[in-house]
């Protein structure tokens, strides 16, 4: 138990150094504490001088008395303005620098972190939890300096008017903090529900998050970091809006409440309605016992806000305490021929204890189209996301160009190769940017537009209202499976790297479209290193080499012709799919 609160504690601490480059901010908001405690300690005070003048009512002391009160008020909407809008402005900052920081590290984490964690609950450390930090870091401290200042001076007046009394309301405190706390039940809720918009935010995350493999194939990184920090800065400066004119209006009310308060007093003192008061000392200290009670609640509650900030803090650190993919490659090659080589290869995922491939040997010369085919679960696409590094291998070594991909850098690595899946990810975007993706952002116009008609996609770009520039939805809702995987096609015909893999890549387009992207993806092809991954057998028929893969073993390798006179597992599949059709 002790270790654990040695840990909550050195989590807290951990999260309040991330204040500490907003110190002036900070130190405004302590300024506005002790104005504000000093204010509510004088206007309890007041109240004696208030019933003196009203048994002595000259026309100096209405004077002195009602600018008393309205001085005492806007004291405390001053004091309470700094306190709210600076700790408010530091609260942001520390939101909005630890978005960015776990953003940053989501975005470098390696492939079996996502495949661990669902993106939902990676978006919400992002939204809620953070939230739930800045309360902690903020909120708690505001709460302990404020009301803790505003307590002491209460009580130190009220001990120097009256001890005895002073004991009496010691005792009934806490019964007036359980009553107020009540009472107040309802406002707590509804301010509860009352934060910034997060929509912009979750929708650029979970987009990054989800397609986070095209992100890095297509260099993608620096233009989600950027995109996510401009929009965060938006988020920060509409929340600095908002706890402005929040700040604002509870001081603004109190001073038209003084002002009222301050004209009753007025007419109060008039000579012809004076008579039958209390004594001065008896309304401030009621006065002091009564202001004392809304500090009481919120100190108690202190405790329970910083634990649930903690809590929080614990799962977003974890995350930025992730281990990032390792990169420490040195090799930057401009373009490689596209040899590829796997020696004794073994893999297994994190959460397995068997491998899922077994010993691969491989050799696949520059410019040679391999086809991958085989039952789901053989092993294809785990093998072929061995070669961006999306997984390390636990042993062997997997070659381009005679280099092991370890010592790749790993954006130069990912620059080399060129990815369209089965599951098209595309961004609320433009036609035009989703092709220029990434890395290839500024390719020029007419190079998208040659890419789109080789991927047999301008067709119906044409017939967009805004052509290249149509806005798609969200991972492009407004387009049907085959459009959306002709522009991925583009997307990789744009990139033109050496090595392409293609993983189902024509699986969602009808019969038509795929005739035309099969003759598409043969002109791309030429040159180019390529693995297709394919469960329709006649799409890969011209491949140079066809490798069947069972339980993570290649069990034959040839030419169509060769593994179609083998009469073996290929010829098994191939009979078993046309006798289907």
Request: proline content about 3%.
């Amino acid at each position: 138990m002790n270790q654990a609160e040695a840990s909550n504690w050195q989590t807290y601490g951990r999260l309040l150094k991330y204040a500490k480059p907003f110190w002036l901010a900070f130190s405004l908001a302590v300024v506005g504490n002790v104005i504000y405690a000093a204010a509510s300690t004088g206007m309890a005070a007041a109240m004696e001088f208030v019933i003196q003048a009203i048994e002595n009512p000259t026309p100096e002391n209405r004077i002195l008395i009602t600018g008393m009160i309205v001085g005492v008020f806007a004291l405390r909407g001053l004091g309470t303005f700094m306190s709210d809008y600076f700790i408010a402005y530091v609260g942001r900052h520390v939101v909005n620098a630890l978005r960015n920081q776990v953003f940053q590290r989501m975005i470098a984490l390696p492939s079996r972190y996502f495949d661990n964690n669902a993106s939902g609950r990676l978006v919400s450390k992002l939204t809620f939890n953070v939230e739930q930090v800045s309360d902690a870091t903020t909120k708690a401290v505001t709460i302990i300096l404020r009301e803790g200042l505003t307590i002491i001076g209460l009580l130190g007046f009220m001990i120097y008017t009256n001890w005895k009394l002073t004991l009496v309301f010691v005792a009934i405190g806490p019964l007036i903090g359980v009553v107020v706390n009540y009472a107040s039940k309802r406002f707590r809720k509804i301010s509860r529900r009352i934060q910034s918009s997060m929509g912009d935010i979750t929708h650029i995350s979970s987009e990054a998050i989800t397609g986070y493999r095209v992100v890095r194939t297509f260099g993608g990184e620096a233009y989600e970091k950027k995109r996510f920090h401009d929009m965060a800065d938006r988020v920060m400066k509409q929340g600095l809006k908002m706890a402005s004119t929040q700040a604002i209006a509870t001081p603004v009310v109190q001073v038209l409440v003084a002002i009222a308060i301050a004209a009753l007093v007025w007419v109060m003192l008039s000579p012809e309605i004076r008579g039958g008061m209390t004594t001065g000392e008896l309304v401030a200290f009621i006065t002091a016992a009564t202001t004392m009670a809304k500090p009481i609640r919120q100190v108690t509650s202190v405790h329970a806000k910083i634990q649930k900030g903690v809590a929080a803090a614990h799962d977003v650190f974890g995350t930025m305490d992730e281990e990032p993919e390792r990169d420490d490659g040195t090799w930057a090659p401009k373009r490689v021929e596209g040899a590829i080589n796997l020696e004794n290869v073994c893999f297994r995922y994190q959460q397995q204890a068997d491998d899922v491939l077994h010993n691969i040997n491989l050799d696949i010369p520059a410019g040679q189209s391999v086809a991958l085919v085989g039952r789901s679960g053989s092993g294809k696409s785990t093998l072929v996301s061995l070669l961006p590094r999306f997984y390390d291998y636990q042993s062997g070594e997997i070659r381009i160009d005679d280099h092991p991909v370890n010592d790749f850098q790993l954006a130069a690595l990912r620059a080399q190769i060129a990815l369209v899946t089965q599951n098209v990810v595309l961004f609320n975007d433009t036609i035009a940017a989703n092709i220029a993706y990434g890395d290839l952002r500024d390719k020029p116009r007419e190079e998208i537009e040659e890419a789109a008609r080789k991927a047999h996609a301008l067709e119906f770009i044409e017939r967009m209202p805004n052509g290249l520039d149509t806005m798609v939805g969200d991972n492009g809702v407004m387009l049907s499976g085959g459009q959306r995987q002709r522009l991925a096609i583009a997307r990789a015909l744009l990139k033109d790297a050496p090595i392409l893999i293609l993983d189902e890549a024509t699986s969602a387009l009808d019969t038509e479209s795929e005739r035309y992207i099969q003759e598409a993806l043969e002109e791309v092809m030429k040159g180019r290193t390529t693995l297709v991954i394919a469960h329709r057998l006649s799409t890969i028929e011209k491949a140079d080499r066809i490798l069947v893969m069972e339980s993570g073993r290649i069990v034959e390798d040839g030419s169509h012709q060769e593994l179609l006179a083998a009469r073996g597992a290929y010829f098994q599949l191939h009979q078993m799919q046309f006798s289907e059709g």
